[in-house]
DNA sequence: CGAGGGTTTGAAGTGCATCAAATAGTGTGG
DNA sequence: CCACACTATTTGATGCACTTCAAACCCTCG
């Protein structure tokens, strides 16, 4: 269990000013937040909390990968969402009753910021401009979740993978590129609701239908239209949708 | 387009103040969206806005049913959320540069109240009280959207019909119960991602399975548990979780 | 009564899941 | 640097749930 600070001299409060909806917070705030954080750094696999655990701090990633997910008396996972860099979680425990309403793993080495909860209610609630920052941040969040029902209710397991895909390139850049699937193929999977055996057949559909080339986890995609046209003509969505997802609070 | 004040002398401020979010504001803030408001009444099938329109205002359900949804290029429809009596919609428009991120329509005889959206940015931008309960509402409706997306990955189509029902229920008295569908039986089956055939044959499942009796749209449920046990077995939250959709802002 | 929508039923097809097994890839200790 | 162990990924075969298309039925309402 790891519980580095190994740069003594991270300043978290730097770190802390370039969060979106930290924005337009008071010095007095990233004082008080930055005094009272630390850094923890895990392997992959480590459990940060379980669903219905009492919540006292919630999170900022400096780097890796966490997986929010809740599981039935059975066992199945319900994977809610896979985070990165610059997202924060474990904060809307404020908002029931102070219980962790996921459980929070890490699936990749990380690094974290640990803030406290007690803090960041205080401030939410003597702060309009942070709860009104937050407030957008959740309602831009909702949209997200609208796409994600609407993901699986239209397209096919195909098209799932292909607008994924899209959402690690750069959208506004059309030229050909290659990306890195951020995490293993079978958390892929279920992150977009789908088993790693259809995972994989239908990574080959989607190669053959828009001529991308799989090696291990590169992608290289010469045509990113062409992925787009096939991915995102089962979706409500116009095609550069990225912004949908950015600057997430969750 | 029925747009009528039937009663001269309903009195939307008191209207107001009954509804969960606006809990602490002032009198000053009834008076304001007293005056500025209007109750609307409409025939099902009324589209009230569509996706993308340019939004000045945002309503209440006072009587009726209303469907948010999404729809492709192609036609295809994405049912965000269907709605009823308390709650209210078309306010995350805010949130989206004054965009509607969904369209909106009547699916029965509806009463709205129709609020100035002006007022409510003003209002949340200086009523912190009225942000943080906001803030609450949207967290427990992304809990409710964690849910639907769970509900659709880890449930059949028979469950989902029964975890509907018991929505439907007072889940706090299990008593024997009748319960109406509240609106018809295709637009469920969209609601709950399926085909109206599907929804046909999964409810007669569901019969089978659990002893419920149906007549048109009236059903009757002798043993609330056998139902939830059949229903809930596929979800990670426990029985009642009825509470999970309560006062919801949407 | 008859028209039209909502609902059910039947038959056939499709996509994804499941189970089983082969293969590729990775890290380990020798 | 290799062999082994272990995991991730792919492939094959089969089954099931849901969809699709078509037609019948039912109910309501003019």
Same mark, same amino acid.
């Given at each position: 269990m790891a519980l580095v600070s190994r740069n003594k001299d991270i300043n978290i409060s730097e770190i802390l000013r370039r969060v979106p909806i930290f924005r337009n917070c008071g010095d007095a705030f990233f004082t008080k937040f930055g005094s009272a954080s630390h850094v923890e750094e895990h392997d992959k696999g480590k459990t940060l909390f379980l669903s219905g655990d009492a919540a006292t701090r919630f999170y900022l990633i400096g780097e890796g990968w966490v997986k929010l997910y809740r599981e039935t008396a059975e066992g199945a996972q319900a994977i809610i969402d896979i985070l990165t860099n610059g997202q924060m979680f474990g904060e809307t425990a404020l908002f029931h009753e102070d219980l962790c309403p996921f459980s929070a793993e890490t699936v990749e080495p990380t690094k974290l910021i640990s803030?406290?909860?007690?803090?960041?209610? /205080? #401030? +939410?609630?003597?702060?309009?401009?942070?709860?009104?920052?937050?407030?957008?941040?959740?309602?831009?969040? @909702?949209?997200?979740?609208? /796409? #994600? +029902?609407?993901?699986?209710?239209?397209?096919?397991?195909?098209?799932?993978?292909?607008?994924?895909?899209? @959402?690690?390139?750069?959208?506004?850049?059309?030229?050909?590129?290659?990306?890195?699937?951020?995490?293993?193929?079978?958390?892929?999977?279920?992150?977009?609701?789908?088993?790693?055996?259809?995972?994989?057949?239908?990574l080959s559909k989607l190669k053959d239908a828009t001529g991308i080339r799989v090696k291990g986890s590169t992608i290289e995609i010469d045509d990113i239209d062409r992925l787009s046209e096939f991915s995102c003509s089962a979706c409500s969505s116009d095609f550069p949708c990225k912004d949908i997802t950015a600057g997430t609070v969750c």
């Amino acid at each position: 269990m790891a519980l580095v600070s190994r740069n003594k001299d991270i300043n978290i409060s730097e770190i802390l000013r370039r969060v979106p909806i930290f924005r337009n917070c008071g010095d007095a705030f990233f004082t008080k937040f930055g005094s009272a954080s630390h850094v923890e750094e895990h392997d992959k696999g480590k459990t940060l909390f379980l669903s219905g655990d009492a919540a006292t701090r919630f999170y900022l990633i400096g780097e890796g990968w966490v997986k929010l997910y809740r599981e039935t008396a059975e066992g199945a996972q319900a994977i809610i969402d896979i985070l990165t860099n610059g997202q924060m979680f474990g904060e809307t425990a404020l908002f029931h009753e102070d219980l962790c309403p996921f459980s929070a793993e890490t699936v990749e080495p990380t690094k974290l910021i640990s803030l406290p909860l007690s803090l960041l209610k /205080q #401030e +939410i609630n003597t702060n309009n401009t942070l709860a009104v920052a937050m407030l957008t941040s959740m309602a831009r969040y @909702r949209r997200y979740q609208d /796409q #994600e +029902i609407e993901h699986r209710s239209l397209q096919n397991a195909s098209q799932r993978i292909g607008c994924f895909l899209l @959402r690690l390139t750069d959208q506004y850049d059309l030229k050909p590129c290659s990306i890195t699937l951020p995490y293993d193929k079978t958390l892929l999977a279920s992150r977009l609701g789908m088993q790693p055996e259809t995972f994989s057949r239908a990574l080959s559909k989607l190669k053959d239908a828009t001529g991308i080339r799989v090696k291990g986890s590169t992608i290289e995609i010469d045509d990113i239209d062409r992925l787009s046209e096939f991915s995102c003509s089962a979706c409500s969505s116009d095609f550069p949708c990225k912004d949908i997802t950015a600057g997430t609070v969750c």
